[in-house]
């Protein structure tokens, strides 16, 4: 079954530093997403991205945030300076079309913050 | 508006037993309701969905029941088991404006004792 894949699975940065979290979406889907869930909160929405911009950004997806296609198949999230309360598992999903409703998660980018 | 809630928090059940988490939502604008299951370090999985044109929709032990005018929607596992013992998520979104993303309840994490 095809699966969306995350890189690195986990992540440890210094408070202010970038960090850039890669995603590669299942080949034929056509939108892409990052959602973030705070350890033993629920998930939530940071970003949707089709055709080469973002669709939707939630109050979360600050100045601090940018997501890129740099080429054909990653998917990639930078957080530009990063905070503490950044320290999240963060998910990326993707879909055939915005009428699929069935997204595929990955498995997650832990990164922490210290 | 956005809100989903759902209960309980954690829940504890036999082998065998039925396993029930609820979900409320307030935004008439959703129109599309599934479950994720999520192990530790892995991202959400869809389990089942159901959309609002019907009151439940079975697949093996999952069933979600729907009521509309109520504005709630649940999640029964039948003969649950130890390797059912998971985080599940109810979720919601709509087609239109701000429900367009994926809205999460808060979690339950279910424990299936052997």
């Known amino acids: 079954e095809p699966e969306v894949t995350q890189t690195p699975s986990h992540q440890v940065t210094q408070m202010g530093q970038e960090v850039i979290l890669r995603c590669v979406p299942i080949?034929?889907?056509?939108?892409f997403y990052w959602y973030r869930q705070i350890l033993g909160q629920k998930v939530e929405f940071l970003v949707s991205?089709?055709?080469?911009?973002?669709?939707?950004k939630s109050e979360i997806f600050d100045d601090q945030f940018s997501v890129e296609r740099p080429d054909g198949s990653n998917f990639t999230l930078k957080i530009r300076s990063t905070k503490l309360e950044d320290s999240a598992m963060y998910f990326c999903a993707s879909s055939v079309n915005f009428g699929d409703y069935g997204y595929t998660f990955g498995s997650g980018t832990r990164l922490t913050v210290v | 508006q956005q809100q989903v809630k759902q209960s309980p928090q954690s829940l504890i059940v036999q082998k065998g037993g039925i396993s029930i988490i609820n979900c409320a939502y307030e935004?008439?604008?959703?129109?599309?309701f599934p479950w994720y299951q999520q192990f530790p370090g892995k991202g959400p999985a869809l389990l089942i969905a159901?959309?609002?044109?019907?009151s439940e929709k079975k697949e093996g032990r999952f069933t979600i029941s729907f009521n509309k005018s109520a504005k709630q929607f649940s999640l029964h596992i039948m003969d649950s088991q130890p390797g059912d013992s998971a985080t599940y998520f109810c979720a919601a979104r709509g087609l239109s404006g701000s429900a367009r993303q994926l809205t999460f309840g808060s979690g339950t994490q279910l424990t299936v004792l052997p």
């Open positions: 991205f089709y055709n080469n911009e973002i669709s939707e």
């Open positions: 935004n008439t604008a959703f129109d599309y």
């Open positions: 080949s034929n889907h056509l939108y």
């Open positions: 159901i959309r609002p044109d019907v």
